[in-house]
């Protein structure tokens, strides 16, 4: 914490550029089986950070149709994507990091539930150094400390567990109220068939 956030426009453009191509070399990785803690801590931070860009990107890319390559001259919206960014992918976290630890509970037979805060606050250390905004972290942290506190962790992982982050995507994405309230199904199924798939990878990857 305590780090002072601020880009300057070409500083965007080439974060922007990078993560626009970066989930597609993401998929191109070989898959490995998920056999420990550390494995899931990767599983669950490079599959926050592929479906929250995917879906963010891919929408406004569809709402913005032509225009979409003079959002990377707009620092002001550059900035409004960057915090977008970070809002749904904290959320992804939490619903992705919920999920798995839920699952495994039930399925596995793990019942060491302090694992999630370990591996979520882990994660979001990490993410200092690509100066995630600090008002995000404090926000993120307080959010899935109040979440943990009522988690359901026999029924998480099979009664809606990515619910939040789909409406995260709604809430947060940079597009004007009127047009997101017409988009509001597609948006939020966008993001539910990608951790549909999200989900599918996990079950077939865990190897506990």
Known sequence: MGIKYKLKLKDLK???????FSPLLKYLRPRRKVSNYEDLKEFIQRKSAWVSQETLYGYLKTRMGA???????DEIFLSSINKAKWNIYTVALQ???FYSISY??????LHDISKAREIYFNILD??????????????ASSDFDD???????ENYYKSLPFNTSALALYEYSPIAEELKTLDRKIVLN??????????????ELINF
């Open 147 to 153: 979440r943990n506190k009522n988690i359901d962790w």
């Open 14 to 20: 080439l974060e922007f550029l990078k993560e626009y």
């Open 104 to 109: 495994l509970k039930e399925n596995y037979n």
């Open 95 to 97: 619903d992705l990091t």
């Open 126 to 139: 990490d993410e200092k150094k690509n100066n995630i905004p600090n008002e995000v972290y404090k926000k």
């Open 190 to 203: 966008s993001m539910i068939l990608k951790w549909d798939n999200i989900q599918k990878e996990f079950k």
């Open 67 to 73: 225009k979409y390559v003079l959002m990377f001259e």
